[in-house]
């Protein structure tokens, strides 16, 4: 079954302490982006890939880091959680960049306390 | 930073009403496409429009995509308690280095009463 796959689904943490939400598509897709949404703030953009080894910066990339070494996985790192990265996070995929479907994954619920 | 404003934010109706979202923008997009999304779910794509004036339609939803290609408006026509759910629009950037780019309004959060 095409899909986009992340890990974990909630994840509760402290300040300070670094953590790594996966990401892996079996579609063999070339773009892959991360979104963080927010009541009332919609989906934004935080860091996306046109291919293996090329990642750009979306509209809110502090605090954020990513890599794409293989083109099925994009993990989203955060080097050190603050409580205003609590969010849903949502991995997508597409075959190419610009205009084409886009599938996301099922969101990653995280608490940083 | 590119913006898209959608409007209504919220949109409470009863089954067999029509209704209209918007989404506009001062920045011209390359594309413009159209989400739903449910509660606990990622968003699925309803459609994709490309062309200034282009107009799609998929059963009760008709799509606009500006002549300018900066603002999409989704018309549902007799809406049906399915239709709940989160809409959102999503513009693809025109190009320059920041081609993968895509920005997303904030949503309008529809329910349809029965």
């Known amino acids: 079954e095409a899909q986009v796959t992340q890990n974990p689904r909630y994840l509760i943490t402290v300040t300070g302490k670094k953590l790594t939400v996966t990401c892996s598509q079996n579609?063999?897709?070339?773009?892959m982006s991360w979104y963080r949404q927010d009541p009332g703030l919609g989906l934004r953009q935080i860091y996306y890939s046109m291919n293996v080894e090329v990642t750009d910066k979306g509209d809110v990339p502090e605090g954020y880091k990513v890599s794409r070494k293989e083109k099925r996985n994009f993990p989203l790192i955060l080097e050190s959680p603050s409580p205003n990265q609590t969010s849903l996070y949502f991995c997508a995929s597409s075959l190419i960049a610009g205009g084409e479907t886009q599938y996301f994954g099922p969101g990653t619920r995280l608490l940083v306390l | 930073t590119q913006l898209l404003k959608q409007s209504p934010q919220f949109l409470s109706i009863q089954e067999g009403e029509n209704l209209t979202v918007y989404c506009n923008s001062s920045s011209v997009f390359s594309s413009l496409q159209w989400y739903r999304q449910e509660p606990g779910e990622g968003p699925v794509l309803l459609v994709t429009v490309v062309t200034g004036g282009e107009v799609k339609k998929l059963k009760r939803l008709t799509f606009q995509f500006g002549d300018a290609r900066k603002d999409s408006s989704l018309h549902i026509t007799a809406a049906q308690t399915g239709d709940t759910g989160l809409y959102l629009c999503?513009?693809?950037?025109?190009?320059?280095?920041?081609?993968?780019?895509?920005?997303f309004g904030q949503g309008t959060i529809l329910t349809v009463h029965p």
């Open positions: 999503a513009g693809g950037d025109a190009g320059g280095t920041s081609y993968g780019k895509l920005t």
């Open positions: 579609m063999n897709h070339e773009y």
